[in-house]
């Protein structure tokens, strides 16, 4: 029998099913299932990430739809400003040397536009041979028409109702990506650092006042030194100037109880309300000034005075020379410091004060945390709740406007000449909008309405303000834009709200909170009943798993196999930062079953070991590497093993089948029923509450275990005929039934070896069902098979005394084709041995014993091996199965061979020489095989003893 191969069927059965729609669903009268799909980045490409988030949302899918009801899985794409707008301005440089600035705005996004017609459907592609069952006709887009006129018209609405709005305000500013970014957006990471403690002269005094900064060019920006009012060091300094270093600028010591702590570093404290958060808090307190230091690129300006013009790390360095020099540095400390970078280019973000469009929060706060609080919202795991409410409890205004080109363009329009200091480009363009400019709204929300003329003047010089919104503004509306909102379609009425959001951890604050917030402020309902929070994939190590690292790897490959070139940022765990992988073809089922039988629904993260084999043979410059993934190994394993047991027990003998109903009264029959309807029922409420690792553990378990080691081999006489017609009739209408029943409960899971096995089947037996398609067919009921705890119990004793016999048979080295010549059970209780007894030909057959004994009482011979399970005694003769002498002779040598290595590793470890030169993994790797020796040496001994 040829094992499973995957890739033939996956496209096969793909395509019958996007051709005939059996993704597609129209509003009806039953009860919908509906998700939105997190929309990936047009420029992203498929990780492991994607493959479990998107195949746990598929799972949900598949199973409701074969629920019966009306599905409905919304795909698409997110425009992902400042990713997609970085691809191209880089392949502009790259291949004309120029800059968007050069080619200006509208040619820019001509540009993008393009690039995302062209590139921006290949993660589409990939998630079609993930086997999602999205409705693709429903494919949306952050920036088509109809979701443009929603981000437009909620902005305009936000903006009338005083909840956004614009200011000056102190923002991360990212001087690679030249633009705003919303606190959510920054990723903190600990570096090495210093403190360095630097003297301001005290006016008018011989004295200094020492302050400690991580960041010393900041200085330059610096209103004042803050000090505690209660700080018995500095009280007769309150009120008083002092000299600002290098540019001598005199500046307030003034008191600010909230800013300056007594207990910390000098308890006085420089105050640069440009660049600081604290401190521009201290300055709105005090209404001290607030300077900017930097250009947008991130180099010094003007007000850095002999300092303008170079970047942050040059000016560091001239600043700490100059206060050296000038005998104003008292000392530096060594630390480590936690710094923003950005999320997109890892630059170091900055405290930038500038003119940005924020949106008011604590309103909508509100709004999220009521839902939330009143059960609306219902979050799995629990635990997560926490989260989205602690959040919720320090969440800022969020900054949404970001100075790139591509993206929804603020709909707010000024006046040139109210406002002549309005910064153009030599094309027109506006550059740069004063805060004070009055804001000029469209006539009306439409997405091409625009302005006319200035209300107050009348000019029909306007321009449009430059800046486009945060990409989370157009994501949190997701939910609403691609069911139609605004407008009032059928498909908003019958699937909103969506039934589940499944996501990571990571955006809960970015985007789970933030559509609540829109569909309680909008359509006063909430986006989404559950929200299914998952784990993050993580390597053995602990680490998130990228390709940039050089521990991940694409689930493409995965899935179809073949070569991929990494290239990582540097090395990992002795693997080189360059090379080439080779992947074994896992098929889409192997990388589906692995994945989600880690996925619990708890969301635990999912590490995954990888294991790495050098090849010798290549002759290139790269090292090459094959790759084989355990957890995937186990889904391709179970594929071949029901892809064999179908085709090689199932359909072969079941050609001449005919239905002969459930009536059987034989105990195996009447366990396999009984099993269906508990497998049934686990399933079904594994899923609903999102364990689907359960699923794949029940499923596994009942396939491999009960049904094939156990089930078809006992029924293997019966099938072939040797216990009567109408035996095998009902063996083989339960191992039918069951096959059928299996490839239903696991075809959310593996679509694509179910539907195959699934056709097969119904070609085999057309009067099986009537559905045209696995996918389309009914969940099974558990109320078809009947349940039997007694009989159960029965055959699961049955099943643990051939599991003990087979142990006695490895244990005492009983070859595996060698028969057992007789075994004897002692079952105390009267009615348990009848019912045993009718097991006894299953028992035997699977464990190559030729007389079975069945008493209530046994006294134990010499040479017999005993095992006790629950209230049966097993009995094992071995006189005349092994020879006794030759086998104590074996176990002796290998005793006394073990005796000797423990006696050398003992030897070692007591030698304090050794233990403390050796290296600390190695001393620790010799304390291990001492305890394995030993464990192994104490069992050689309890076998020896039993032959004595």
């Not at 992203?44 to 899985?73: S, Y």
């Not at 521990?551 to 360059?578: L, M, T, W, Y």
């Not at 290139?620 to 394993?637: S, T, V, W």
């Given at each position: 029998?040829?094992?499973?191969?995957?890739?033939?069927?996956?496209?096969?059965?793909?395509?019958?099913?996007?051709?005939?729609?059996?993704?597609?669903?129209?509003?009806?009268?039953r009860?919908?299932?509906?998700?939105?799909?997190?929309?990936?980045?047009?420029?992203?490409?498929?990780?492991?990430?994607?493959?479990?988030?998107?195949t746990?949302?598929?799972?949900?899918?598949?199973?409701?739809?074969?629920?019966?009801?009306?599905?409905?899985?919304?795909?698409?794409?997110?425009?992902?400003?400042?990713?997609?707008?970085?691809?191209?301005?880089?392949?502009?440089?790259?291949?004309?040397?120029?800059?968007?600035?050069?080619?200006?705005?509208?040619?820019?996004?001509?540009?993008?536009?393009?690039w995302?017609?062209?590139?921006?459907?290949?993660?589409?592609?990939?998630?079609?041979?993930?086997?999602?069952?999205?409705?693709?006709?429903?494919?949306?887009f952050?920036?088509?028409?109809h979701?443009?006129?929603?981000?437009?018209?909620?902005?305009?609405?936000?903006?009338?109702?005083?909840?956004?709005?614009?200011?000056?305000?102190?923002?991360?500013?990212?001087p690679?990506?030249?633009?705003?970014l919303?606190?959510?957006?920054?990723?903190?990471?600990?570096?090495?650092?210093?403190?360095?403690?630097?003297?301001?002269?005290?006016?008018?005094?011989?004295?200094?006042?020492?302050?400690?900064?991580?960041?010393?060019?900041?200085?330059?920006?610096?209103?004042?030194?803050?000090?505690?009012?209660?700080?018995?060091?500095?009280?007769?300094?309150?009120?008083?100037?002092?000299?600002?270093?290098?540019?001598?600028?005199?500046?307030?010591?003034?008191?600010?109880?909230?800013?300056?702590?007594?207990?910390?570093?000098?308890?006085?404290?420089?105050?640069?309300?440009?660049?600081?958060?604290?401190?521009?808090?201290?300055?709105?307190?005090?209404?001290?000034?607030?300077?900017?230091?930097?250009?947008?690129?991130?180099?010094?300006?003007?007000?850095?005075?002999?300092?303008?013009?170079?970047?942050?790390?040059?000016?560091?360095?001239?600043?700490?020379?100059?206060?050296?020099?000038?005998?104003?540095?008292?000392?530096?400390?060594?630390?480590?410091?936690?710094?923003?970078?950005?999320?997109?280019?890892?630059?170091?973000?900055?405290?930038?004060?500038?003119?940005?469009?924020?949106?008011?929060?604590?309103?909508?706060?509100?709004?999220?945390?009521?839902?939330?609080?009143?059960?609306?919202?219902?979050?799995?795991?629990?635990?997560?709740?926490?989260?989205?409410?602690?959040?919720?409890?320090?969440?800022?205004?969020?900054?949404?406007?970001?100075?790139?080109?591509?993206?929804?363009?603020?709909?707010?329009w000024?006046?040139?000449?109210?406002?002549?200091?309005?910064?153009?480009?030599?094309?027109?363009?506006?550059?740069?909008?004063?805060?004070?400019?009055?804001?000029?709204l469209?006539?009306?929300?439409?997405?091409?309405?625009?302005?006319?003329?200035?209300?107050?003047?009348?000019?029909?010089?306007?321009?449009?303000?430059?800046?486009?919104?945060?990409?989370?503004?157009?994501?949190q509306?997701?939910?609403?834009?691609?069911?139609?909102?605004?407008?009032?379609?059928?498909?908003?009425?019958?699937?909103?709200?969506?039934n589940?959001?499944?996501?990571?951890?990571?955006?809960?604050?970015?985007?789970?909170?933030?559509?609540?917030?829109?569909?309680?402020?909008?359509?006063?309902?909430?986006?989404?009943?559950?929200?299914?929070?998952?784990?993050?994939?993580?390597?053995?190590h602990?680490?998130?798993?990228?390709?940039?690292?050089?521990?991940?790897?694409?689930?493409?490959?995965?899935?179809?196999?073949?070569?991929?070139?990494?290239?990582?940022?540097?090395?990992?765990?002795?693997?080189?930062?360059?090379?080439?992988?080779?992947?074994?073809?896992?098929?889409?089922?192997?990388?589906?079953?692995?994945?989600?039988?880690?996925?619990?629904?708890?969301?635990?993260?999912?590490?995954?070991?990888?294991?790495?084999?050098?090849?010798?043979?290549?002759?290139?410059?790269?090292?090459?590497?094959?790759?084989?993934?355990?957890?995937?190994?186990?889904?391709?394993?179970?594929?071949?093993?029901?892809?064999?047991?179908?085709?090689?027990?199932?359909?072969?003998?079941?050609?001449?089948?005919?239905?002969?109903?459930?009536?059987?009264?034989?105990?195996?029959?009447?366990?396999?029923?009984?099993?269906?309807?508990?497998?049934?029922?686990?399933?079904?409420?594994?899923?609903?509450?999102?364990?689907?690792?359960?699923?794949?553990?029940?499923?596994?378990h009942?396939?491999?275990?009960?049904?094939?080691?156990?089930?078809?081999?006992?029924?293997?006489?019966?099938?072939?005929?040797?216990?009567?017609?109408?035996?095998?009739?009902?063996?083989?209408?339960?191992?039918?039934?069951?096959?059928?029943?299996?490839?239903?409960?696991l075809?959310?899971?593996?679509?694509?070896?179910?539907?195959?096995?699934?056709?097969?089947?119904?070609?085999?037996?057309?009067?099986?069902?009537?559905?045209?398609?696995?996918i389309?067919?009914?969940?099974?009921?558990?109320?078809?098979?009947?349940?039997?705890?007694?009989?159960?119990?029965?055959?699961?004793l049955?099943?643990?005394?051939?599991?003990?016999?087979?142990?006695?048979?490895?244990?005492?080295?009983?070859?595996?084709?060698?028969?057992?010549?007789?075994?004897?059970?002692?079952?105390?209780?009267?009615?348990?041995?009848?019912?045993?007894?009718?097991?006894?030909?299953?028992?035997?057959?699977?464990?190559?014993?030729?007389?079975?004994?069945?008493?209530?009482?046994?006294?134990?011979?010499?040479?017999?091996?005993?095992?006790?399970?629950?209230?049966?005694?097993?009995?094992?003769?071995?006189?005349?199965?092994?020879?006794?002498?030759?086998e104590?002779?074996?176990l002796?040598?290998?005793?006394?061979?073990?005796?000797?290595?423990?006696?050398?590793?003992e030897?070692?470890?007591?030698?304090?020489?050794?233990?403390?030169?050796?290296?600390?993994?190695?001393?620790?790797?010799?304390?291990?095989?001492?305890?394995?020796?030993?464990?192994?040496?104490?069992?050689?001994?309890?076998?020896?003893?039993?032959?004595?």
């Amino acid at each position: 029998m040829n094992s499973y191969t995957p890739q033939e069927i996956e496209a096969k059965w793909y395509r019958f099913w996007e051709e005939n729609q059996l993704f597609h669903e129209v509003p009806d009268q039953r009860e919908h299932y509906s998700i939105v799909i997190p929309p990936p980045n047009v420029t992203g490409a498929l990780h492991l990430g994607h493959a479990l988030n998107n195949t746990i949302q598929d799972v949900l899918m598949r199973f409701h739809r074969m629920m019966q009801f009306n599905t409905c899985w919304i795909p698409g794409t997110d425009h992902a400003g400042i990713a997609t707008q970085s691809v191209v301005e880089r392949e502009l440089y790259k291949k004309e040397g120029k800059t968007r600035h050069d080619i200006g705005r509208q040619a820019l996004l001509d540009r993008i536009w393009k690039w995302k017609d062209t590139y921006g459907n290949r993660i589409i592609d990939q998630l079609k041979k993930l086997g999602c069952s999205c409705d693709w006709q429903r494919t949306c887009f952050t920036m088509d028409e109809h979701l443009s006129s929603a981000v437009r018209i909620v902005f305009l609405r936000l903006f009338q109702e005083g909840l956004v709005y614009r200011g000056k305000r102190l923002i991360n500013w990212c001087p690679g990506c030249r633009t705003a970014l919303s606190n959510d957006e920054l990723n903190y990471k600990e570096i090495p650092a210093h403190f360095w403690h630097i003297r301001y002269p005290v006016q008018g005094t011989q004295e200094y006042i020492v302050v400690a900064t991580t960041r010393p060019e900041t200085m330059l920006g610096d209103t004042a030194v803050a000090v505690n009012s209660k700080d018995e060091r500095y009280q007769k300094w309150i009120g008083k100037t002092c000299v600002l270093p290098l540019l001598n600028r005199e500046i307030p010591i003034i008191a600010d109880d909230l800013l300056a702590d007594p207990t910390k570093g000098t308890g006085a404290v420089k105050v640069t309300p440009g660049h600081d958060p604290n401190d521009y808090a201290c300055g709105l307190r005090n209404h001290l000034p607030m300077i900017n230091i930097l250009n947008e690129d991130g180099t010094l300006n003007s007000n850095a005075g002999p300092y303008q013009g170079l970047s942050i790390t040059n000016a560091r360095q001239k600043v700490v020379a100059d206060l050296t020099a000038q005998g104003l540095l008292l000392k530096i400390e060594d630390m480590q410091h936690e710094i923003a970078h950005c999320y997109r280019s890892d630059d170091v973000v900055e405290p930038y004060l500038s003119d940005q469009w924020f949106v008011k929060m604590a309103p909508l706060v509100e709004l999220a945390k009521k839902a939330v609080l009143d059960k609306e919202v219902t979050f799995f795991p629990e635990k997560r709740a926490e989260d989205y409410l602690r959040w919720l409890e320090q969440t800022p205004d969020w900054c949404i406007s970001r100075q790139i080109w591509w993206g929804h363009r603020i709909p707010i329009w000024y006046c040139q000449d109210c406002n002549p200091s309005i910064e153009l480009a030599a094309n027109g363009e506006p550059i740069r909008i004063p805060g004070n400019a009055e804001p000029i709204l469209p006539p009306s929300d439409a997405v091409q309405s625009m302005p006319t003329a200035c209300p107050k003047c009348g000019s029909k010089r306007l321009v449009q303000d430059p800046d486009v919104l945060d990409t989370w503004f157009s994501s949190q509306l997701w939910p609403l834009s691609t069911l139609g909102w605004p407008q009032q379609t059928p498909d908003l009425a019958y699937y909103y709200p969506t039934n589940v959001l499944v996501t990571a951890r990571d955006i809960i604050a970015l985007w789970v909170a933030r559509m609540v917030m829109m569909g309680m402020k909008f359509r006063n309902q909430k986006p989404f009943h559950h929200v299914f929070i998952h784990g993050t994939i993580q390597d053995e190590h602990g680490d998130i798993m990228s390709k940039s690292r050089g521990n991940g790897f694409d689930p493409v490959k995965i899935i179809e196999g073949g070569s991929d070139q990494i290239r990582a940022s540097k090395p990992f765990h002795g693997i080189p930062a360059e090379r080439i992988e080779h992947y074994p073809t896992y098929g889409c089922d192997a990388l589906r079953f692995g994945l989600m039988s880690m996925c619990s629904g708890q969301g635990q993260d999912i590490r995954i070991l990888v294991q790495r084999t050098e090849r010798t043979q290549e002759k290139d410059a790269l090292k090459h590497y094959d790759i084989e993934i355990p957890l995937f190994e186990e889904g391709k394993r179970f594929c071949n093993k029901i892809w064999q047991a179908a085709n090689g027990v199932i359909f072969k003998n079941c050609q001449d089948f005919a239905h002969a109903g459930f009536n059987s009264q034989s105990m195996e029959d009447i366990y396999l029923m009984d099993r269906l309807h508990q497998v049934i029922q686990i399933a079904t409420s594994a899923l609903k509450e999102y364990r689907i690792g359960e699923v794949c553990t029940e499923l596994y378990h009942f396939f491999w275990d009960d049904f094939c080691s156990w089930y078809l081999e006992v029924v293997k006489p019966r099938l072939w005929g040797e216990q009567g017609e109408e035996s095998k009739r009902y063996a083989q209408t339960m191992i039918v039934e069951s096959l059928d029943v299996f490839l239903r409960l696991l075809h959310p899971i593996m679509p694509f070896v179910t539907e195959e096995l699934w056709q097969a089947l119904h070609t085999l037996i057309p009067s099986l069902h009537t559905e045209r398609a696995c996918i389309k067919a009914k969940w099974p009921d558990p109320q078809r098979f009947p349940a039997n705890p007694s009989v159960r119990n029965t055959v699961d004793l049955s099943r643990e005394i051939i599991y003990a016999i087979n142990n006695i048979r490895s244990e005492q080295k009983v070859k595996p084709g060698q028969k057992l010549p007789k075994a004897i059970l002692a079952v105390a209780n009267p009615e348990m041995l009848m019912q045993l007894n009718s097991l006894i030909p299953g028992i035997c057959k699977l464990t190559k014993v030729d007389e079975m004994v069945l008493c209530t009482a046994f006294e134990k011979p010499g040479h017999t091996a005993t095992r006790m399970v629950k209230d049966v005694v097993i009995y094992i003769p071995l006189e005349g199965v092994i020879d006794f002498a030759k086998e104590r002779q074996k176990l002796q040598k290998e005793i006394s061979q073990l005796q000797q290595q423990i006696e050398q590793i003992e030897k070692k470890l007591d030698n304090t020489e050794y233990t403390s030169k050796a290296p600390g993994h190695v001393v620790v790797r010799e304390r291990e095989r001492l305890a394995e020796f030993k464990k192994t040496l104490q069992q050689l001994q309890q076998e020896l003893n039993a032959l004595i």
